[in-house]
């Protein structure tokens, strides 16, 4: 459809457009929660921000027609078009940001599905989900219950008794212990449809929309007015800092692409304090990549960390079955019939005598 030419080809251009710039989105999404706990928080170094200069620059055009994508972005234009588009309200500005929105909230849902994959299969494997487990062993023994203990096992009661509307409240709200709902879910082999559908309700219809909403009107011309007022009425010094840095931001967001492409020079002249302003601009502009580059590691490492921990944990579990198998015996153990079932993948050094000895005693499988 690219290189066939007829009087289709500009349609489809335009559609492989909107599909690319919407799956760019849902493609943030999964990267927000695919990381078991530690995922890139793409919501405030991407979506946010796109919501935020969308704003920004409806306020200062005047109006919302305006392109979000392409060569001629944020770029408020002349003519009788601009003069006919609809003012900058709310509602025009979350119009413009809704689907992004919405196709980031869907890439989180789709995100939520590894771990309840997961647990699925280990409960269908009969080992169940050993957290759960182990908290339950704890509570019913009498033994102290941390915080965090006691909120992990009323997620798991409370998401085991509502089925989806449990889910959907958690889906709903920020709450950085839902990978718990879907590994919940999976334990206790909830249909798929009722887990999925709860979580995508919730993401990206619900919560996207109030984040969404959120940052539209933090940024809104009436609510910045509002912030400046009362810290006007608190702190003059605090005033006069907030508003220095709001038209710092707002020129960083591409207040001058109303009157089309500026160099730097040309630019500092409309920012307050003209090349001083600029150099402000770049230092907190290296402070955020600072930042974005600090989180981008701590994914990888806590990614790193995650497959580290399920690796330990098969070891271990490799381990027990094997002092099992060992103790069930009612002779003596070599070190030789050992190495003899174990796989070559397994360090074996906690299971084996020191080199050239061999155990004189039988391993009994309550003592393992």
């Known amino acids: 459809m690219h290189f066939v030419s007829g009087p289709h080809i500009e349609k489809f251009h335009q559609l492989d457009a909107w599909v690319g710039w919407h799956s760019y989105w849902v493609m943030l999404g999964v990267l ?47 003519g009788a078009a601009a003069a006919a588009a609809a003012p900058a309200t709310f509602s025009a500005i979350l119009g413009m940001v809704i689907f992004e929105s919405l196709c980031w909230g869907a890439g989180t849902a789709i995100g939520e599905l590894p771990p309840y994959f997961i647990a ?30 006691r909120a992990l096992l009323s997620i798991y009661h409370l998401l085991h008794r509502f089925g989806f509307a449990g889910i959907l409240v958690f889906a709903a709200i920020p709450n950085p212990l839902f990978d718990l709902a879907g590994i919940t879910c999976g334990h206790f082999k909830v249909p798929f449809w009722t887990f999925f559908g709860a979580t995508f309700i919730g993401k990206s219809l619900v919560k996207s929309s ?47 692409s109303a009157h089309g492409d500026t160099s730097t020079n040309e ?11 600029v150099s402000s601009l770049s230092l907190l502009g290296s402070v955020w990549n600072a930042c974005v580059s600090i989180m981008l ?23 027990q079955n094997q002092l099992a198998k060992v103790g069930s015996r009612p002779r003596s153990i070599s070190s030789e019939s050992i190495t003899a079932v174990a796989p070559k993948s397994l360090p074996l050094s906690p299971l084996l005598p020191p080199s050239g000895q061999k155990s004189s005693t039988a391993i009994k499988a309550n003592g393992a």
């Open 120 to 149: 699925r299969a280990a409960s269908a494997a009969g080992q169940g989900d050993i957290e759960y487990q182990r908290l339950r062993r704890k509570a019913a023994g009498g033994g102290s219950l941390s915080v965090k203990d």
């Open 32 to 78: 927000s929660s695919i990381g078991l706990g530690a995922g890139l928080h793409t919501f405030v170094l991407f979506l946010g921000p796109h919501i935020a200069r969308v704003t920004l620059t409806a306020y200062e055009c005047a109006h919302t027609a305006f392109p979000v994508r392409g060569p001629n972005a944020f770029q408020c234009g002349t």
């Open 210 to 256: 109030i984040q969404t909403a959120v940052v539209i009107t933090a940024f809104s011309k009436e609510m910045i007015a509002m912030v400046l007022s009362f810290l006007g009425h608190v702190s003059p010094w605090a005033h006069d800092l907030a508003e220095h840095l709001l038209r710092q931001q707002a020129a960083a967001f591409g207040g001058s």
């Open 267 to 277: 630019r500092a002249e409309h920012v307050p304090g003209g090349s001083e302003s």
């Open 297 to 319: 590691i701590y994914f990888v490492i806590s990614t790193l960390e995650t497959f580290a921990q399920s690796y330990l944990a098969e070891v271990r579990s490799w381990g």
